[in-house]
């Protein structure tokens, strides 16, 4: 990681053009990483003699970064679609966030640091997902920078909203892990005074305030950053997670049973936070409305495929067949996509849902109908429509010369095969 | 309340709203002394209750505006939640607008204290409504009258806007509080944590902080967002600082004042400047809006902590004995630790067993401490009384009556028996 902030930092100071530059360093790593990929990954128009000389470029390329540690000049292989990683391309700037985060926390309530285990939860692949997103959205809604300004002031600029930009993905991550404590860790059940043991109880209330805690800084981030429609979009996403969650909470048979309801419940609670956070980095960089949307429609897309794979990796785990995932939605009695699909080939398995898995037998009979059933199929297939749909709205995106911005529109675009791809 | 709204809508047409304590006058002629203006001798004050009552009675009758000036050498008395009562109704109706959500749990869960008759005093958007007259700066004369009611009308729904989030912003911590509390009331009915369960009482407490949000970016004011996004955050420090005291700060009066704020004061001072700002007032004027409500904020909270201990009674042991009971050590027993160090000592202990309880209250019996506690309220309170009195002369009688009730409200804080 030293190097990768040695060349940050090169780069900060040489960029006079105010850019930030990413480069996947520790690529030592990441080169046999990307060697290892699946086909999915290939731009299907390679041919397989340009897709090998690729992948020689590029770890040719890394080499001399890591060695050189000058600005890359990637123009050179700009004919091949280079595969990015996209996790890689903001790590650097992630664990900056990401310390700056818990430090906060730690230092001004160490009470609350042992709520903090939340904190350190990692998403997709180990990776801190979110925030992944919108660090590489900001830089893919990179507007040309005008050249009749200054190099001072445009450097001044930009790195003024770049931290603007930052403070949204940390925003979101406060809220997020606000929305866990709150979620996860309070039990449904009516909890009158007596019951329960000192533990759990002192678990519940330090679960409370460390996620008051957390929704207190994101409101006065938020309002620091001077921008009321931002607001809006963030306070909105809030509501919808506590939406989702009592929709969640308060379900009855019938909206059980519906692809419907579901859908809804899996935008508000999943998809809202990433698609709103998106909106509001490309209102803050100052786009148009047509291209917030765009950032909106990316994330949208792309949570909703995130979730649907999610509730497919509950039955499979990192295999191919059913039942070696944990089951533990199916087991809270959570329906999902997989369940919701079979239900319309086997309108019996409506039945024991409405009976409730309580009873591992009927856990049993779920998956039974479940492999006999195209449910995993269908719902692979719709998460893979979203996340096409998210590509689509990335290929929409105005023209943009850049290869920094170009590079980052490759990033999102291949974060949407990962999500669809991925085995845990 | 018929004549009131019907005098409001007749008053409107010059662009004021113009408010009148119809059914007050009796209520006034009960006061104790406490609410006349000291200064004022006993035939004037006999005077000016007759001349008021008169006035009340000629309010309806005649459902005229009233020409006030020829009272105005005596200090009229005014019941400072009369002169708000039709605005909070309005209010009311359009917070539970607010609040409502799709989920029918989370619409129950959100409405809770919203409904008709659990709103609590509403004491805080009283104060605030109050401070929006009371800030409502000289109309120009050029401008055309149509214009002048867009403009007042368009302001005092911004205005009523900042009391409506606030309120959202109080049961929100509400909500919270009682979670972290175990509590089972609250405003005379179970507490949505008792009723519900305590996640949905945690949700229901973060979608109306949504929904505070949703309205004050609607405001599309920054310097306003920043105040109230500010109040949400000594609101939880509050109550981290309360949740976790080492026992040093638990016997440290300057925690005790510091924690006091965040909990308290800090959302009716911040809000009262959002008012000022909002109507365009200078940084002083608005300084002097928040010093108003923190010092307002902070007396009434210290003679909360007398009632604990006191009830309606003046002698102690007759109060609720809530705080003490919850081990949270309040501003008389901080004071009494000063005069009985051995206080501290059982303090420290803490108050489950019923007997340190006993012990405690006999070293407060012993002390000052109810006594320190008061005049150090009756301080704020006077010092809240100044900041009125400090505001720009504003000669128009509708103003002078908010501020005057602004007033009367730091009197009601000190000698309320509840």
Redesign the interface.
Known sequence: MMRVRGLARLARSGYARGQWVYSSLGSGESAPLLLEHSSHFRNPLQSSREVLSCRVIYSWVSYAISTVGEQVQLQSSSAIEEQVDPFSLVADELSILADRLRSMVVAE?P??ASAAEYFFKLGVEGKRFRPTVLLLMATALDLPIQRQTTEAAVNALSSELRTRQQCIAEITEMIHVASLL??DV????????GIGSLNF?MG??LA??A???L???A??A???L????V??L??????H???G???Q??ITSDQRCSMEYYMEKTYYKTASLISNSCKAIALLAGQTSDVSNLAFEYGKNLGLAFQLIDDVLDFTGTSTSLGKGSLSDIRHGIVTAPILFAIEEFPELRVIVNQGFEKSSNVDRALEYLSMSSGIQRTRELAAKHASLASAAIDALPENGDEVVQRSRRALVELTHIVITRTK
């Open positions: 309530v009470k609350l709150h979620d309070l039990d449904d059940a009516d909890t009158r005074r109880v519940n209330k409370v305030l996620g008051d805690f929704l207190s800084r409101c006065v938020l309002a620091s001077k921008n009321t429609e607001v809006s963030l306070a909105k996403v809030v509501e997670l506590v939406t969650e009592t929709m909470m308060t």
